[in-house]
């Protein structure tokens, strides 16, 4: 195993550590009746027009979020509002609404979404599929690409601050994973991970996890 494997794995089991606790120190502050409220009619309003009738999006390019961890929604409301997502996506369509929505709002979002059943598997490509499975579950060690399984979970159900990848759109997938491979979304880990991807392996990621 290479010295930047080794270093790569030594940060994502830091960050699991850290995402171990965050459920609990979130729970100290529930949301009030008034915030849930507020956060359901902007589901079933501003929220459905792009995310779709309870979190399924139909639109390729839009994330589904029904069934989403909790915390990641949570995390990255919060990065929108404070505009630390510079992404284009986010700068166009996200800071402006984030940015109307307090502490409470944006938890009681975050608890609406991830109590919705998320969004089924869409069969594709059996070959990209297959391909994208085995990169999932074994990542490549030669190219310091751990399993993507170490963070978003066996079953690509993820946990914490680390999202559901499953059922989601491969579209919007492929296009995140070349935003972050690029640094045009900010996060240095998933940076390690995607920068020596080729873009027919993003292809075949996300075929996979839009198919589980």
Same mark, same amino acid.
């Given at each position: 195993?290479?010295?930047?494997?080794?270093?790569?794995?030594?940060?994502?089991?830091?960050?699991?550590?850290?995402?171990?606790?965050?459920?609990?120190?979130?729970?100290?502050?529930?949301?009030?009746?008034?915030?849930?409220?507020?956060?359901?009619?902007?589901?079933?309003?501003?929220?459905?027009?792009?995310?779709?009738?309870?979190?399924?999006?139909?639109?390729?390019?839009?994330? =589904?979020?029904?069934?989403?961890?909790?915390?990641?929604?949570?995390?990255?409301?919060?990065?929108?509002? =404070?505009?630390?997502?510079?992404?284009?996506?986010?700068?166009?369509?996200?800071?402006?609404?984030?940015?109307?929505?307090?502490?409470?709002?944006?938890?009681?979002?975050?608890? /609406? /979404?991830?109590?919705?059943?998320?969004?089924?598997?869409?069969?594709?490509?059996?070959?990209?599929?297959?391909?994208?499975?085995?990169?999932?579950?074994?990542?490549?060690?030669?190219?310091?690409?751990?399993?993507?399984?170490?963070?978003?979970?066996?079953?690509?159900?993820?946990?914490?601050?680390?999202?559901?990848?499953?059922?989601?759109?491969?579209?919007?997938?492929?296009?995140?994973?070349?935003?972050?491979?690029?640094?045009?979304?900010?996060?240095?880990?998933?940076?390690?991970?995607?920068?020596?991807?080729?873009?027919?392996?993003?292809?075949?990621?996300?075929?996979?996890?839009?198919?589980?």
């Amino acid at each position: 195993m290479n010295l930047a494997f080794q270093s790569l794995k030594t940060v994502l089991g830091a960050l699991l550590l850290t995402a171990a606790v965050l459920p609990q120190a979130g729970a100290q502050t529930a949301p009030d009746q008034n915030s849930r409220e507020a956060a359901r009619r902007l589901a079933k309003g501003m929220c459905m027009s792009c995310h779709g009738e309870d979190g399924v999006s139909s639109k390729p390019l839009v994330p =589904r979020i029904a069934g989403q961890q909790r915390a990641y929604l949570e995390a990255q409301l919060k990065a929108f509002r =404070r505009q630390n997502r510079a992404d284009p996506e986010a700068h166009d369509y996200m800071w402006g609404i984030a940015a109307t929505l307090d502490d409470n709002v944006v938890a009681s979002l975050a608890d /609406y /979404y991830s109590k919705l059943p998320p969004a089924k598997g869409e069969p594709g490509d059996a070959a990209l599929i297959a391909e994208g499975k085995t990169l999932f579950e074994r990542g490549h060690d030669d190219r310091g690409v751990p399993a993507c399984t170490v963070c978003h979970g066996d079953n690509a159900e993820g946990h914490s601050v680390f999202p559901r990848l499953a059922g989601q759109h491969g579209q919007y997938l492929a296009r995140q994973m070349q935003l972050l491979r690029s640094r045009l979304r900010d996060s240095p880990v998933m940076h390690g991970v995607t920068k020596d991807l080729a873009d027919e392996e993003i292809r075949a990621l996300a075929m996979y996890l839009q198919a589980r």
